[in-house]
């Protein structure tokens, strides 16, 4: 399994990015997918999760109505979308792989005990 995270980088206060997450070598229609973050010398903490049906979302409290995110099955791709960018939200984030075949399809965990697979990360570094 492997999963590819692109689209960090630098970004001023207020302004976005997009995240990419391209899975392969798994069925990922089977996978409940989520993003996490760490800070230096914070602890990984959960940013959002998608059922693998994609109908199904979770946030955090603090990024609600800032992030978004979304899956295509059919490019094996789940997205973050980062809108209204904050100095504290500078962070490695990490995409993970939640195998949940045998779950509900709106199934989704902000746990990251659950998460059976993870990406190398993608530094966000956001400037005020």
């Known amino acids: 399994v492997q999963l590819q995270a692109s689209g960090g980088g630098l970004a001023q206060a207020g302004g976005s990015l997009r995240l990419s997450c391209a899975a392969s070598?798994?069925?990922?229609?089977?996978?409940?997918m989520g993003w996490f973050r760490q800070a230096p010398g914070q602890e990984r903490e959960f940013v959002a999760a998608?059922?693998?049906?994609?109908?199904?979302?979770h946030y955090a409290d603090s990024v609600k109505g800032r992030f978004t995110i979304s899956r295509d099955n059919a490019k094996n791709t789940v997205y973050l979308q980062l809108n209204s960018l904050k100095p504290e939200d500078t962070a490695v984030y990490y995409c993970?792989?939640?195998?949940?075949?045998?779950?509900?399809?709106?199934?989704?965990?902000?746990?990251?005990?659950?998460?059976?697979?993870w990406g190398q990360g993608t530094l966000v570094t956001v400037s005020s």
């Open positions: 993970a792989a939640d195998f949940a075949y045998r779950s509900g399809s709106n199934y989704y965990s902000s746990n990251w005990a659950d998460y059976d697979h």
């Open positions: 070598k798994l069925t990922f229609s089977s996978y409940a």
């Open positions: 998608i059922s693998r049906s994609g109908c199904s979302t």
